[in-house]
């Protein structure tokens, strides 16, 4: 994998756990304590944005 596509990955694994997990907890336990889910979810949403956010940087250097 190149270094530039890990923080991508990371980002859609860390958003799927947290898609899980929360599915998986409010479903079987409670919508509350599914809550918890929300912390891997946003921080793999964080990633992507952060993944997409530089790459843009990188273009836009790239024209200069």
Do not use: C, H, N, Y
């Not at 923080?7 to 918890?36: C, E, K, N, Q």
């Not at 793999?44 to 790459?55: E, N, V, Y």
């Amino acid at each position: 994998i190149p270094v530039s596509m890990i923080p991508r990955a990371r980002g859609i694994m860390l958003t799927g756990i947290g898609i899980g997990l929360l599915l998986f907890l409010g479903i079987l336990v409670g919508w509350d304590v599914a809550s918890v889910a929300l912390i891997p979810l946003f921080i793999g949403l964080a990633r992507l944005l952060i993944w997409k956010l530089s790459t843009q940087d990188k273009s836009v250097e790239g024209t200069e």
